[in-house]
C-alpha cells in the first residue's frame, strides 16, 4: 500500500507558517534596511563633516606656511643673492628658511627657473624648473600653494612665493609632508572614532602610505588600492564601506592634486560602523524576539484556517474521483468569492464541458449515416486525375520520394487530397495539392500563400488540424498536414438535421479556441464552414485548411469585378468579404455566427438559387431569428448568434475569446 502523503491542513498549516516566516523576514529585512539607511545616513553625516574638518586643516596649515615664506621671502638680501646666483650662499637661505618657516624642505630658483639650491639636497643638479605650473606662478608675480611628489612617494604641501621688488628675481618654495604627526593631529581636531590615511602616488600609480593612524599592518597593498578608488570618488554622496582586519569601516576621501590639477595622492577618513550601528543591533534582537511569539500565534491561526480551507477541497476531490469515472453530474455547491470559489466556478464549467463533449460523443454514435472523413469528398474530374496520377500521386505511388500515396480521400474548391505514409517519420499524414488555376491567376499569390502558410504552422491546438510543410515536386505544390480521421460536421448536419443545444455549444466553443489561437497569431481562415470541420470519435473538433484560403484572396486593389475575386462559400461569408472592403479576424467571427446558427436550426441563415442571389440577399437581408426555428434554443445563444452575424463587424463580439466566454457562460 502506498503510503500517504502529508495531508491538506497539514501542508496548509506549514504553508501558512512559513508565509508568516517570511512575512516576518521580509519586516527584519525592511526594518534592517530603514535602519541601516538611518545609521549609514548619521554616519555619512559625521563622516562628511570630518572630511569638511580635514579639509579645514589642510588649508589652514597651507596657509600658515604661506605666511611664514612670504614673510621669508621679502627679505632684500635674498633677491641679491638670487640675482647674483651665488649658489653657496643659496643653500644657506635654504636651510634658514626651513629653520624659520617649519618646512621640511626649500629650494630657490631664479627668474628663469633654474633651480640654485635644495636644503635637503646639497647637491641637487641645477635644473629648470618652469615647466612646472607652481613655479611658473610665481615667477608671474603671484604665491601659488598646491600638492607635490619629493623622492617619488613623499606627499606634501608646498607653497612658492615670488622673490621680487618692481620685477620678479626669482622665487622660492617650501614644503611640509603629509605625515603620521599631521594624520594623528587631523584627527584629534577633527572628531573622535575616526581614523585618517594620507597616501601618494608613484610614477605607477600605485599608492603608498604618507601619514595614517590606522596601524602599519593593516595597511596592505589590496587596502591601499581600495582606499585609493574611494579618494578618487571623491564626488560621492554616500559613504564606502570597506573592511580592515575584523572591522568594517564607513570611508571617504578626497584627491589632492598638483597646481597643474594631475592627482599626486589623497586621503580617506574612516570611521567604524559599529558606532552608529550599536542602536540598530539592539532592534533587531527585540524584533527578532517579538518575531518568534509572533510566528506562534500565527501558527495556531493557521491550523483554524487549514480546517476552513479543506473542507470545500475535500468536495471538490470526491467530484473529481467522479468526474474521472465518467460521471459528470456531481453539484458543486462552493460559492465564495475567493479561490476556493474561483476553483469551483473553474470545476463546475469543466464538468459543464465534459458533459457537452460526451453528449456530442454520444450523438455521433448514434449517426450511422455521417460518414468518416478528412475532407468533404466528391468526384474527380477526368482532368484532374489525370493531373495527380502524372505528378506521381496515384494511390500504391511514392510521391517526393518520402510520401506513400494510400489513397484519395477528396477534391475540394482548391486542390485534391490523399491519404500516404511518411516512410521518413512513420506517420500517416494528408496531402493536399493545389490546383494550378490559383497560382496561374496572380503572380503574387504563391508568395502570399507562402507567408501565411509559415504562419501558420506557428498553430499547435488541439481544435486545430495542423500544418507540417509546403512543398513543390514537379511543377505540383502540395501541402502536408495532419490526418484526421472523423466525421465532416456538414454530413453531421446532413444527416441528423439541427443539432441538440449541448453538441452545438461543444461545436462552438472548440471553434472559438480554435479560432482564438489562430487570431492570436495574425492568422484568418477566411473560409470557415462546416466543410472545414471534422469531428473526431472522442468529440475532439479539428478546424482545417488555416492559411490556405489566402492564396484564392486577391489584393484588395483588384475589387470584386474581377472574375475569381469572390472565392468563399457566400453562405457563411461576412458583407464585407463580398465587398471587396478591408477585412479582419471578424469576418471569421461572422462566419463561426454563420455555423452555429446552422448547427442550430439544420439550415444556413440565408439561401438562395445562385452565388449571386446569395450575396445580394447577404448585403441587403437578414436572417431570421433562429429561436423561431428551434424553440428549445435559449434566449443569450439566440442573441449571440445573431450579434455574430451582425452585417457592421463592429457591432459583432470583437474576439474569438469573447464568443467562447460567453458560449461558457450559456453552458
Not at 517526393?400 to 477528396?410: M, P, Q
Not at 470519435?537 to 484564392?552: H, S, T
Not at 428551434?630 to 459583432?652: G, S, V
Request: with cysteine.
Amino acid at each position: 500500500m502506498a503510503s500517504r502523503g502529508l495531508s491538506l491542513r497539514l501542508k496548509i498549516f506549514l504553508g501558512t507558517s512559513l508565509v508568516v516566516v517570511l512575512v516576518l523576514a521580509a519586516t527584519l529585512a525592511i526594518t534592517a534596511r530603514s535602519a541601516t539607511r538611518a545609521a549609514s545616513d548619521a554616519m555619512t553625516r559625521v563622516i562628511t563633516s570630518a572630511r569638511e574638518a580635514v579639509d579645514a586643516q589642510i588649508e589652514g596649515r597651507v596657509e600658515a606656511l604661506r605666511g611664514r615664506v612670504e614673510v621669508f621671502g621679502a627679505n632684500p638680501a635674498l633677491r641679491g643673492i638670487v640675482q647674483s646666483r651665488d649658489f653657496g650662499t643659496a643653500l644657506d637661505q635654504t636651510i634658514v628658511a626651513v629653520d624659520q618657516t617649519g618646512a621640511d624642505w626649500a629650494q630657490l630658483v631664479d627668474g628663469e627657473g633654474v633651480r640654485l639650491a635644495k636644503s635637503d639636497a646639497p647637491q641637487a643638479p641645477e635644473i629648470s624648473l618652469a615647466g612646472s605650473p607652481a613655479i611658473r606662478g610665481a615667477l608671474e608675480g603671484e604665491s601659488v600653494t598646491a600638492f607635490g611628489i619629493s623622492d617619488d612617494t613623499l606627499l606634501a604641501q608646498i607653497v612658492v612665493v615670488p622673490i621680487a621688488d618692481r620685477a620678479v628675481y626669482g622665487a622660492l618654495m617650501a614644503a611640509q609632508y603629509l605625515s603620521r604627526d599631521f594624520a594623528a593631529a587631523v584627527k584629534s581636531a577633527a572628531f573622535d572614532q575616526i581614523e585618517v590615511v594620507f597616501y601618494a602616488l608613484d610614477e605607477q600609480d600605485a599608492p603608498h602610505v604618507n601619514g595614517s593612524t590606522l596601524a602599519a599592518g593593516a595597511l596592505t597593498p589590496t587596502l591601499l588600492q581600495e582606499l585609493h578608488g574611494i579618494a578618487q570618488d571623491s564626488v560621492a554622496a554616500e559613504t564606502r564601506t570597506l573592511r580592515v582586519g575584523d572591522r568594517e569601516y564607513g570611508a571617504i576621501g578626497s584627491t589632492l592634486r598638483s597646481a597643474g590639477g594631475f592627482p599626486l595622492g589623497g586621503y580617506v577618513v574612516l570611521r567604524d560602523r559599529a558606532v552608529d550601528f550599536a542602536a540598530f543591533r539592539s532592534l533587531e534582537r527585540t524584533i527578532l524576539l517579538s518575531g518568534a511569539l509572533g510566528i506562534l500565534v500565527a501558527a495556531l491561526f493557521s491550523l483554524l484556517v487549514a480546517r476552513w480551507v479543506a473542507g470545500p477541497v475535500s468536495k471538490l476531490a470526491g467530484a473529481a474521483l467522479r468526474a474521472s469515472d465518467g460521471d459528470y453530474q456531481a453539484d458543486i455547491t462552493a460559492n465564495s468569492r475567493d479561490e476556493i470559489g474561483a476553483l469551483a466556478g473553474a470545476f463546475r464549467r469543466l464538468l459543464a464541458d465534459l458533459r457537452e463533449k460526451q453528449e456530442l460523443v454520444e450523438f455521433l454514435s448514434r449517426a450511422d449515416d455521417a460518414k468518416t472523413v478528412q475532407l468533404a469528398t466528391s468526384a474527380m474530374t477526368g482532368t484532374s486525375a489525370q493531373r495527380v496520377a502524372a505528378a506521381g500521386l496515384a494511390p500504391g505511388s511514392t510521391f517526393a520520394g518520402r510520401y506513400e500515396v494510400k489513397e484519395i480521400l477528396g477534391q475540394g474548391g482548391m486542390g485534391t487530397v490523399f491519404k500516404a505514409v511518411d516512410r521518413e517519420l512513420g506517420e500517416v499524414i494528408a496531402i493536399k495539392t493545389l490546383k494550378q488555376d490559383f497560382l496561374a491567376q496572380d503572380p503574387s499569390a504563391l508568395e502570399r500563400f507562402k507567408s501565411e502558410i509559415r504562419l501558420a504552422r506557428k498553430i499547435s491546438h488541439r481544435n486545430v488540424v495542423r500544418t507540417h510543410d509546403l512543398g513543390e515536386r514537379d511543377g505540383v505544390y502540395y501541402i502536408t498536414m495532419e490526418y484526421v480521421e472523423g466525421t465532416s460536421l456538414k454530413q453531421l448536419i446532413r444527416a441528423r438535421g439541427r443539432l441538440p443545444i449541448p453538441v452545438a455549444l461543444s461545436v462552438g466553443k472548440q471553434l472559438a479556441r480554435a479560432l482564438d489561437v489562430a487570431h492570436e497569431q495574425g492568422i484568418i481562415h477566411r473560409d470557415i464552414k462546416p466543410q472545414n470541420m471534422v469531428v473526431e470519435p472522442d468529440g475532439v473538433l479539428k478546424v482545417m485548411d488555416f492559411g490556405i484560403a489566402r492564396l484564392a484572396t486577391r489584393p484588395q486593389e483588384s475589387g470584386v469585378t474581377q472574375a475569381g475575386a469572390i472565392v468563399g462559400t457566400p453562405e457563411y461569408m461576412a458583407p464585407e468579404q463580398v465587398t471587396g472592403d478591408a477585412v479582419d479576424h471578424r469576418i471569421d467571427i461572422y462566419a463561426a455566427g454563420a455555423v452555429l446558427y446552422e448547427c442550430v436550426t439544420g439550415r444556413t441563415p440565408l439561401t438562395a438559387e445562385t452565388p449571386y442571389q446569395m450575396i445580394a440577399r447577404l448585403l441587403e437581408d437578414s436572417p431570421e431569428s433562429p429561436k423561431a426555428l428551434n424553440a428549445e434554443l435559449p434566449d443569450a445563444f439566440d442573441a449571440l448568434i445573431l450579434q455574430m452575424l451582425a452585417k457592421q463587424a463592429a457591432l459583432r463580439p470583437q474576439t474569438a475569446l469573447e464568443v467562447h466566454d460567453r458560449l461558457a457562460e450559456i453552458g
